[in-house]
């Protein structure tokens, strides 16, 4: 037993925890990857199954059902075990998808969509729960950077993997690929994962679960229907606003008094577990308004190919990458991590004022440094904010703060692209009216986003305004995203560096080492 400990300790894991981690990695993978694969696949769907109209919902009730999950998944594992929990997760986004996959219209296809979007609500959060449970807080940096390093691949790799299936083998198979992936990841935690298994006395707080998920689904669906199927002020948007905020104000109430509180709010006294909650919510509206709106801008000015939209975004999410994993060693190894948020708040503002400089004579070298700026920044925070939010709590609450984290940075995503997203859309409208009058207007009354068919049919000079269109509205957008990403910089000033538990001066430090029921059940 004390040698297996030390192992831990000394950064050399048995090899069944390495063949868990290859497992998580998988079942991080299916999460991520899935709605890029999607997304590529949707032109070639809409043409089979029909329900244009409804094409939106495909991915819009698979994000409700990930986010409204994703804290239930995180309080489920807590009270009866991370095990039983991951892998209920895993069963049910595989069925989601071999369902998915034979959908006969596009009523069956958002449905079970939704089905798959519950077992990714699990899949995320049992990843980062579940490594809170095996690899002290001083070694989980690096481990974390390596599911950066997945995350990046996903959004990469997402684009040119739909395409080539859906050209080769058929829609149906951007769902089916799921299956042997996830047949693989679930043999392997099933086999090698031995966690100590819990059973709660209380029940299930069902009546917060009900309003947590009616406040969630509401925020949601304001942020992806406000300004584009609906008006900000229409009274279907202003319902919906009254109900997310009446479902969240009594959600909050009931959370004082349940038994067993599907969010514990004290978990929110901790000063930096309120602090990452923040940086997680900015990290997101920041990350996904950059990855809406860069390829946007690369392809209407830049002359850049649709094809491979995942690869414009290298220079970003590679800097993401490489930064992520030099964060997480340097955590490792000497146990701080401050300089890390504050380092990522300076240079994330930074890379997005650049980004908003561009203009119709960028050049893609130049874009693609900016980018680099804002990844660097990005990989100061992404895994960072989820190793200090679960420092921040005992090992009881690890599930709760792990989903916390998780559905902190997916609203803020949901924030993100509708608030840009409603700026870039005002501001390319204006300058269209402006520079080509009437006609201008015209084409962009539906969507200030041409696909690459749409703008190659256009005259010149309304191609000419449509560049220069572009170019005002993603300075706007970017803008924008570093005023808001001052407030990281903010909140890391006032984050207190608690030392991580589990290093290799544990004793001498007053850190608490691994836990050792864990790793010798592992």
């Known amino acids: 037993m004390a040698d297996t400990v030390q192992s831990e300790t000394s950064g050399k894991r048995p090899r069944s925890v390495r063949v868990v981690l290859l497992a998580l990695m998988i079942a991080m993978m299916l999460a991520m990857l899935d709605n890029m694969i999607v997304g590529t696949a949707m032109p070639t769907i809409v043409g089979d199954l029909g329900g244009l109209e409804h094409l939106s919902w495909v991915v819009t009730g698979y994000t409700l059902a990930t986010a409204a999950s994703t804290p239930i998944w995180g309080k489920v594992g807590d009270m009866y075990g991370r095990k039983s929990a991951f892998l209920s997760s895993i069963v049910i986004f595989l069925i989601?998808?071999?369902?998915?996959?034979?959908?006969q219209d596009m009523g069956q296809l958002i449905g079970f969509r939704a089905v798959q979007g519950l077992g990714a609500g699990g899949l995320m959060v049992g990843v980062m729960a579940i490594i809170g449970d095996l690899v002290p807080p001083r070694e989980r940096g690096k481990y974390q950077g390596m599911m950066a390093g997945v995350m990046a691949l996903a959004m990469i790799g997402g684009p040119l993997v739909g395409g080539t299936i859906t050209d080769n083998w058929g829609w149906r198979w951007a769902f089916y690929i799921n299956l042997p992936l996830g047949a693989v990841a679930l043999a392997l935690v099933t086999a090698v994962l031995h966690l100590p298994r819990k059973r709660s006395k209380a029940g299930i707080d069902y009546l917060g679960v009900v309003l947590l998920t009616v406040g969630i689904t509401a925020i949601v669906l304001v942020t992806t229907w406000g300004g584009s199927e609906y008006a900000w002020t229409s009274a279907r948007i202003m319902e919906l606003i009254g109900i997310g905020v009446a479902a969240l104000i009594g959600f909050v109430f009931w959370q004082t008094k349940a038994a067993e509180p599907v969010l514990p709010l004290?978990?929110?006294?901790?000063?930096?577990?309120?602090?990452?909650?923040?940086?997680?919510?900015?990290?997101?509206f920041v990350m996904f308004g950059a990855t809406l709106f860069l390829p946007l801008y690369q392809q209407a000015v830049q002359g850049a190919s649709a094809t491979n939209s995942g690869l414009l975004l290298l220079p970003m999410l590679g800097?993401?990458?490489?930064?992520?994993?030099?964060?997480?060693?340097?955590?490792?190894?000497?146990?701080?991590?401050?300089?890390?948020?504050?380092a990522g708040g300076v240079l994330m503002t930074v890379g997005l004022y650049l980004l908003s400089m561009m203009d119709t004579d960028t050049t893609r070298l130049t874009s693609g440094v900016y980018m680099a700026v804002v990844g660097a920044g990005m990989g100061c925070l992404m895994q960072i904010t989820m190793l200090v939010?679960?420092?921040?709590?005992?090992?009881?609450?690890?599930?709760?703060?792990?989903?916390?984290?998780?559905?902190?940075?997916?609203?803020?995503?949901?924030?993100?692209?509708?608030?840009?997203g409603a700026l870039f859309n005002h501001r390319v409208q204006d300058v269209m009216a402006e520079r080509a009058g009437s006609q201008g207007s015209q084409l962009t009354a539906k969507s200030a986003q041409l696909d690459a068919a749409s703008l190659a049919k256009l005259p010149a000079q309304a191609r000419e305004a449509y560049?220069?269109?572009?170019?005002?509205?993603?300075?706007?957008?970017?803008?924008?995203?570093?005023?808001i990403a001052v407030l990281v910089l903010i909140a890391a000033v006032f984050v207190k560096e608690v030392p991580l538990k589990g290093g290799p001066k544990a004793s001498g430090e007053g850190a608490e080492a691994a836990p050792p029921a864990v790793i010798e059940a592992v």
């Open 467 to 483: 560049q220069h269109a572009v170019s005002s509205g993603t300075h706007s957008a970017f803008l924008l995203g570093a005023v």
């Open 266 to 284: 004290h978990i929110f006294r901790s000063r930096n577990f309120t602090l990452m909650a923040v940086i997680g919510f900015i990290t997101g």
């Open 319 to 342: 800097a993401m990458l490489v930064t992520s994993m030099v964060a997480g060693r340097i955590t490792t190894n000497s146990g701080r991590y401050k300089i890390f948020p504050i």
């Open 389 to 420: 939010a679960q420092n921040s709590v005992e090992m009881k609450d690890m599930g709760v703060a792990s989903s916390s984290a998780t559905l902190f940075r997916t609203l803020g995503s949901s924030f993100g692209v509708a608030i840009m």
């Open 96 to 103: 989601g998808s071999a369902l998915s996959g034979m959908a």
